[in-house]
């Protein structure tokens, strides 16, 4: 039997292309970057990868503390099954007043420094994964990404007594660098990022995935130390600025608790315990075939191009100083003037190394400075 199709093919694609997977913000806001190569993207889904709730929270305190515009609306009707992820509804006195934002969207950022830099955050899609990854890639290539950074965290069985381990993949050297990687071959479950990774990977980009390892026994509950992780490893790899006091004050608090716990009961400690001796026999084994990498809790090393930008600045500012002070000194001598500043400033005169207007004045009472100068002093009296 035949199937015949009642609507002729061209019909059919344009129906089909009806059905936007997002929608663009107008006016749309600037995505300019410091960097000539374009600006990065960070993914941070919240979804099943998600030990410790670290993904989320990164992009919630990435939205939180810097400032942002959306850029992109993904559509929840093309998206997300609401019968599987039914939104909280707010009643009070009888009337609807709020519905939880299950919102898709990629958002333009400023780091600290002024920086930009592009975050997709929300709910992992439930449908049209495929269709979703290409979209993505699509604004990827519009707004010329130079890299993307997909955020996941994991239970696994690491103490939270050692430094939290976040290990890397992907498909360009900058981004995974000296981070700590998987030697062997490992099966994982899918997600809507790693198709986003696929994608990209298959048009030519440089994309990455990094996996904060969050112990297993507090995998169901916030781990700011997964989160800080995540964020640090990505200021790393991109030279973006995060603010993270708030987090690292978090950290303080839960590690205090966790260290509480431990304490009043011997069953946990004695798990602990085993936990550590298999993390440090690990990272004994992964040094000695890696002596170049990174182990977790060791500072991010500066490179080249860093340290030649710092000592750049560093030379600026000394030429900027000793500009400054030749100016200073080419200003006529006023010794009121001096004697404000010093009562303002608390400036000893008794010390002539910090006091180049005193040096001056004893240079002329002892007939060395510039005569010029003298008689132009004189006059201005």
Partial sequence: MVWECAIPPQEVLTVTNDRQMYELEYPSPSV??????????????????????????????????LESRTVATFSNDELIDYRSRRPTVTLAHSEITDIA?????????????????????????????EAFSNAVADLVERFNVEKTICLYAAPMGAPHTRPLVVSAHGNDSDLVGSMYTFDGMVSIPGSASILIERELHGRGRNVAGYTAHVPHYVAASPYPHATFQLLQ??????????PLGSLEGDMRRVTQQLAEQTTNSDEIAHVVQALEEHYDQEMEEYRSRHPQAMMPGEAQMPSGEEISEAFENYLTAIEDRDRTREEQRSLPHDEATDQRLRDHFFIDPAQPEIDDAAERSRDDDNGTGDDTDRGENRSGD
């Fill in 233 to 242: 490893s990505v200021q790393d790899s991109t030279g973006l600025k995060f």
């Fill in 32 to 65: 300019d970057s410091a960097n000539p190569k374009g600006p990065a993207l960070v993914v941070a889904m919240r979804g099943y990868a998600d030990a410790g709730h670290a993904v989320e929270s990164a992009a919630d305190h990435l939205k939180a503390a």
């Fill in 101 to 129: 934002d299950l919102q898709l969207d990629m958002r333009v950022l400023r780091d600290a420094n002024g920086k930009s830099f592009l975050l997709l955050s929300g709910p992992e899609p439930d449908l049209r994964w």
